[in-house]
């Protein structure tokens, strides 16, 4: 059994991991140069302790995934002109492509318009530390490197953001709602509904909704440190307590640890899907867990996933609940919760979707009205992370993997 304690040392330590990534790699959008860097240098610090490192390689379009934005906005203007020359049908076709691709890509995170766009490669590092006797389960700590692009509308006026948020999407589905009243009115009666005037007057005052869309998210990158450079920090400093316990004669009985840090979370977590694309035998060969972390900020706001991608996958409800009453040994405040709706998704969604147990740690508010002050913004900087965050997710996380070692071992 491995008896190492949390230390200050640690906390130290993994917010300097975070430091230095930041410094040294750049801006970390998926699939560009600083995000391969850091992957580099993430794959080396692997290297002075794991068993075995990888890098694997994919391939997937960065823009497809925040592309419906535009999009939306774009048809939304077509189908205005034509609600002005009285052909509705060809407006509720054009937004419906919209919605449609909003749904697929945004909703469920569906690869859906992903070949139209122009193809990059990603890279994910893998870490492994064997246990002492037989691999009888193994456990991925996992987060991601890649940095997200900067939202105007969360850096810019961000307590209007709901607003801007809602009031475009309403004015989309306004556009889809009012043309199909039109149409079906007129293809029963053969004449033009007499609120037509006022309705493509509504739809052009909604423009100016629809068009402050086209600037939700900004071209520069954040630093990324709460999101989500963080959490790969946490897993490495994870892994660095448990090998150097193994090299001192306390290993693991019969867990295998994973170290995950994936690449274009950010586009859709494309990046932990390539990962269980290519390895899902495997990780249904044993008892597999996810221990997935993300926007490590603040204490008072720690929870577990139990739902993903907007509600539309189910992650461990019995991990979760393992994990929040670890974290309430510990003397943590911590809840389990599904995602909210519309707030997106996390890498632990993908393991879910093939039936790995999995979580994400969360520690932010997290809803479309209230989230950390510097979710997606420049200020995503070290300083705003709590080092007591760092220290519990490390004290938790290291109870959970001796805990699920020793119960395995018995």
């Given at each position: 059994?491995?008896?190492e ?23 970390r ?6 995000s ?80 139209l766009?122009?193809?990059?490669t ?20 996992s ?36 043309p ?26 909604l ?33 660095y ?8 004669g ?12 994936w ?17 899902e ?40 609940k ?29 393991f ?31 300083e ?27």
């Amino acid at each position: 059994m491995i008896n190492e304690m949390i230390q200050y040392s640690d906390v130290k330590l993994t917010l300097e991991f975070t430091e230095r990534m930041i410094q040294t790699s750049g801006e970390r959008l998926a699939g560009s140069p600083g995000s391969k860097k850091a992957a580099d240098s993430i794959k080396k610090e692997f290297e002075s302790y794991c068993d075995s490192v990888t890098t694997e390689k994919f391939t997937f379009s960065p823009n497809a995934f925040l592309g419906y934005i535009r999009l939306l906005v774009i048809l939304y203007v077509i189908s205005t002109v034509f609600l002005w020359i009285q052909r509705p049908f060809y407006s509720v076709v054009l937004i419906s492509i919209g919605i449609l691709t909003m749904v697929m890509e945004f909703f469920f995170y569906k690869e859906f318009i992903d070949p139209l766009w122009q193809k990059k490669t990603g890279h994910n590092v893998i870490g492994t530390i064997e246990p002492e006797d037989e691999v009888k389960q193994q456990i991925i700590i996992s987060g991601h490197h890649d940095c997200a692009y900067v939202f105007n509308f969360l850096y810019y006026q961000p307590k209007l953001y709901p607003l801007r948020l809602y009031g475009g999407l309403g004015s989309v589905f306004f556009m889809f709602l009012i043309p199909l009243i039109w149409s079906i009115f007129k293809l029963i009666t053969g004449r033009e509904p007499l609120l037509g005037t006022i309705w493509k007057i509504t739809a052009t005052i909604l423009l100016l909704l629809v068009l402050q869309m086209w600037f939700f998210r900004g071209n520069k990158g954040t630093p990324g440190a709460g999101d989500n450079m963080i959490a790969v920090a946490v897993a490495n400093q994870m892994g660095y307590i448990i090998a150097n316990a193994k090299k001192n004669g306390q290993p693991l009985k019969h867990t295998r640890i994973i170290l995950g840090s994936w690449d274009a979370e950010e586009a859709g977590l494309r990046g932990a899907r390539a990962y269980c694309k290519l390895h899902e035998d495997e990780l249904k060969k044993i008892p597999t867990y996810n221990f997935n972390m993300d926007c490590l900020y603040t204490l008072d706001d720690l929870f577990f996933l139990t739902t993903d991608i907007n509600g539309s996958v189910n992650l461990s409800e019995k991990m979760a609940k393992e994990c929040e009453q670890i974290a309430h040994q510990k003397g943590y405040k911590a809840t389990k919760k599904p995602i909210a709706f519309l707030t997106g998704g996390t890498d632990a969604g993908e393991f879910g979707k093939i039936g790995v147990e999995a979580t994400s740690l969360i520690a932010m508010p997290w809803g479309n009205d209230s989230r950390a002050s510097v979710y997606h913004t420049p200020d995503d900087k070290v300083e705003a992370i709590e080092p007591e965050i760092v220290k519990a997710s490390l004290k938790i996380l290291h109870e959970y993997c001796m805990q699920k070692d020793q119960k395995i071992s018995i």
